[in-house]
DNA sequence: CGGCAAATTGACACATCTCAAAGCCTGTGG
DNA sequence: CCACAGGCTTTGAGATGTGTCAATTTGCCG
């Protein structure tokens, strides 16, 4: 198998992609794999291969050393995004990757990226800049966490990740498929259950959202971005020369 | 100039390099430029360089789009750490880069960085992990935010930061120079200035640092790593072909 | 229908914020 | 050398945000 389109579109929302670039992508060998709900597909250590989310939703966990139930999410992956291609430089991880709900992955070995890094800069530094908007994510968390209330919190959860599923075409018309339990989603936000869940009728009661399971429906965008002070730059949509 | 010394340290703690990719680093220029307290090193907006820290304390600070005082620190970088190189690939910063106390950094040209990305893959795999370091290091503080309460938040950072200076050398003997005011500690952290006060009072009546402005000294590496539960493992410290 | 996990609610404890005031340090000008 | 000003640190008290525990309700699935 071939990487799959929607991490092509990822990645020619950011950038020009010539001809050979995109024969160069179809050409990288991936197995494809899938999990159900609550699977770890990544786990703690060291790897010599890398996923390619196609469907569903991960995130990676980190867990507290010898402390049995504290955790913390600290990052959610779409279909497109490149969950754990950090570890091709990193080698090694001390956070797992767990599937929430039913997942596709594919599979990239790193012996295949160091042959593209040897040979195809321009790739190399468009996959590079993958793990940068990554990590601009990350800052945005930490902004987040640092400066919003929970109800805003959440709000901004909400707004990045319709985005980023909006973007790669997984969602639209201001409804999303986010399967998280509220305990999940407090391990993202760094508060508990309860919490969540009085920030999540906060939100119905505000008429911001329509949330029911796993359906999430923004009845508001404006309102929704404004409580979180929602400002999208930092998710790099911009098509550049890298 | 060439790029300094504590760089290329950082890079040999992490991977072997040849004399092949000493000779580059040394043919990389740069230029060099020294920062009072407060000043911006790095704003907001498009780059065509970045830059690496040679002297003192700096960080990434996040404001919040239309209002004035809400801002957040979402990094700090101590000498050897390359500051924002991850402009290198996203181009444009939705963050500025202030200097804490006196400040020396060397520029290097983006274009410089793109001969190296087309010539040499070593080391742009090397530059890669830089960012993706920079990015464990995020994902560390979302980590410590959602698990640690105040005293123990503030005993991270503290163990963090001595441990990424003493590897360096620009701390030694558990006592470090930390520039950084109590209201600024407050935006790294995510609290008010005021529980930060009480967070180092904490730290000091448990007799696990002695603080004096900005001199640190910890009393207790032990005490303070496991009230902080730390675990410097996300470092990445390891020597690994990369 | 019964059973289980998740969502929801209420009451109270604890953590953190805000406001206000006092203390401390340092640089400056008399 | 002293007096003062300004910024930072420290302290206190009350308000607000969030956590914990316990119980109830809901929704799904056998």
Redesign the interface.
């Known amino acids: 198998m071939a990487i799959s389109d929607y991490f092509t579109r990822f990645l020619q929302l950011r950038d020009e992609l010539s001809a050979r670039d995109l024969e160069l992508l179809r050409e990288i060998p991936t197995t494809v794999r899938t999990y159900d709900s609550g699977e770890e597909v990544v786990s703690v250590g060291a790897h010599t291969r890398s996923c390619l989310m196609v469907r569903g939703l991960t995130g ?1 966990v ?1 867990r ?4 049995a139930d ?3 999410i ?2 959610l992956h779409v279909p497109g995004d490149f969950v754990d291609l ?1 570890a091709f ?4 991880l ?2 797992s990757v767990v599937a929430f709900g039913q997942v596709e992955v594919e599979f990239v070995e790193h012996a295949d990226l ?1 042959r593209m ?2 040979s195809f ?1 321009h790739l ?3 996959f ?2 993958t ?6 994510i ?6 987040a ?3 919003l209330r929970s109800s805003a919190h959440l709000a901004h959860l909400l707004c990045e990740m319709y985005l980023r599923m909006e973007m790669v075409g997984v969602a639209r018309d201001y409804t999303m498929t986010l399967p998280l339990l509220q305990r999940e989603l407090a ?1 993202i ?2 508060y508990s259950p309860i919490h969540i869940n009085r920030a999540v009728r906060d939100l119905r009661d505000r008429k911001l959202v329509r949330w029911q399971a796993a359906e999430v429906e923004i009845l508001s965008w404006h309102g929704l971005t404004q409580l979180a ?1 929602f ?1 999208p ?2 998710i ?1 949509v ?1 098509r ?1 020369p ?1």
């Open positions: 990676r980190n507290i050393v010898g402390k504290a955790r913390a600290t990052a950090h430089v990193l080698k090694k001390n956070h160091v890094t040897e800069p190399t530094r468009l590079w800049m793990t940068a908007i990554d990590a601009a990350h800052r945005q968390w930490l902004f966490s640092s400066v391990d936000l760094g002070r400002d730059t930092y790099e911009e550049r890298r």
